[in-house]
């Protein structure tokens, strides 16, 4: 059987969890052995076997993103010809896998790894693009053959943003985590070149400067740590010049009050990031909107505490009061994810920080539960091994079909 996994992320181009989950798939089921899966990924180059790369059109050079997106798209399905199922990751591949599936008449499934309609914010970044976006998710959903959700609180979302789909159609397959990859590992000259103080406690946060990841929040409850906790900021990638320039505001204004505030703007090589988090006491994820969120996993991997928010799939990684603490949130119900009272949000996130860096014993316990659960249930051969299973049933409930 040949699989054609279609996304805009893979290595070495890779942003976001969804790039993550693709690249982490990929291994899994080519390990199996009893399946041929190929890549179709936008940029390149890469020299990797069956792993074909689209570059942007240069007849779309300089277009709105979303239909420069568009065209790539087609160049994919064209090269899809020959597969028994595809498979695509975000709404970038949607469309290819979409028109995919209606030329070559094979199944089409999509993985939700988050939705538009629940990212609102887009438009500031995409313009009339997050109209097509939309429109381009919306029909590749609903058509689809099966939806998997990263989580079953994706798995909800999936199904209030698009009533129509039949609900059997849609199948929870967590994100997973590589432990082997992702475990604790200390090296203090790396920590201290990003001028982090490796002896002294800290909070690290580690994902793109996104209105869903909730960064402003993050900033504004910092304020309220105890001066001696260093806040740790891996973010770059920014969606926006405004999201950017609003971060920057906060940073400098959190400078003015407190010392030990560190922000790396740039993308991180994995293992620097290993070493940011075996250094830190806690990870903190203070997301609006996360389906699953790796981030966490892969904290969690080196042994360190979490406190996030209780949204999305997040209470299905994190074990409130077991690997770390989760933060209650009541949420505007516009798709923005935006806190009712985000006073009290950023209070409780503060509240909840502070409580994780005061007893260093504690937190430690966290950690080490957070390790065994990331090994025990999130193993990407087990994700693999679901996700064939929903491939072998697509191509069943085709044959009877027919």
């Known amino acids: 059987m040949r699989v054609d996994i279609l996304s805009k992320e893979y290595p070495p181009s890779i942003y976001g969890g969804a790039g993550v989950h693709v690249a982490e798939l990929t291994r899994a089921l080519r390990d199996r052995g009893d399946i041929d899966v190929r890549v179709h990924a936008f940029g390149g180059p890469r020299d990797e076997e069956g792993t074909t790369d689209h570059p942007d059109l240069p007849q779309l050079d300089g277009a709105n993103a979303a239909l420069a997106t568009m065209g790539v798209d087609l160049t994919m399905a064209a090269a899809c010809e020959g597969a028994d199922l595809v498979h695509s990751h975000t709404w970038y591949a949607n469309f290819a896998g979409h028109v995919a599936g209606l ?74 985590i590589d432990s082997q990859l992702w475990q604790r ?23 793109r400067i996104t209105r869903q990841k ?90 360190l505490p979490v406190v996030a928010t209780a949204t999305g799939g997040i209470p299905e990684v994190v074990v409130d009061q077991e690997t770390g603490w989760l933060v209650p949130i009541e949420q505007v119900q516009d798709g923005s994810g935006t806190p009712v009272d985000p006073d009290r949000f950023v209070a409780d996130l503060a509240a909840a920080l502070t409580e994780a860096v005061s007893d260093p014993a504690r937190a430690d316990r966290f950690g080490l539960a957070g390790r065994r659960r990331a090994v025990e249930s999130f193993s990407w051969a087990t994700i693999g091994d679901r996700t064939m299973q929903v491939y072998l049933d697509v191509l069943r409930r085709r044959l009877l079909a027919r």
């Not at 008449?105 to 009339?128: C, F, N, T």
């Not at 090296?187 to 002294?200: A, E, F, L, N």
């Open 185 to 207: 590992h200390r090296d203090d000259d790396v920590v201290r070149s990003h001028g982090v103080d490796p002896d002294k406690p800290s909070v690290i946060f580690v994902g």
């Open 103 to 176: 030329l070559n008449d094979v199944p089409h499934v999509v993985s939700a790894h988050s939705l538009e309609p629940m990212r609102p914010w887009k438009a500031e970044q995409l313009g009339g693009g997050y109209r097509l976006s939309s429109w381009i998710e919306k029909t590749a959903y609903e058509a689809a053959d099966a939806v998997i959700a990263v989580s079953e609180g994706m798995r909800q979302d999936v199904l209030k943003s698009y009533p129509s789909i039949n609900p059997d159609k849609v199948k929870v397959v967590h994100n997973g």
């Open 214 to 303: 909730g960064l402003p929040y993050l900033l504004r409850a910092a304020a309220q740590l105890p001066p001696e906790i260093q806040l740790v900021l891996l973010a770059g990638a920014p969606d926006t010049p405004e999201i950017k320039a609003e971060v920057e505001e906060l940073i400098a204004g959190l400078r003015e009050q407190r010392d030990g505030v560190v922000w790396v703007p740039e993308m991180l090589p994995r293992g620097e990031v290993i070493a940011m988090l075996s250094a830190a006491t806690v990870f903190v994820c203070p997301s609006v909107y996360e389906p699953l969120g790796i981030v966490n996993l892969e904290a969690m991997a080196c042994e």
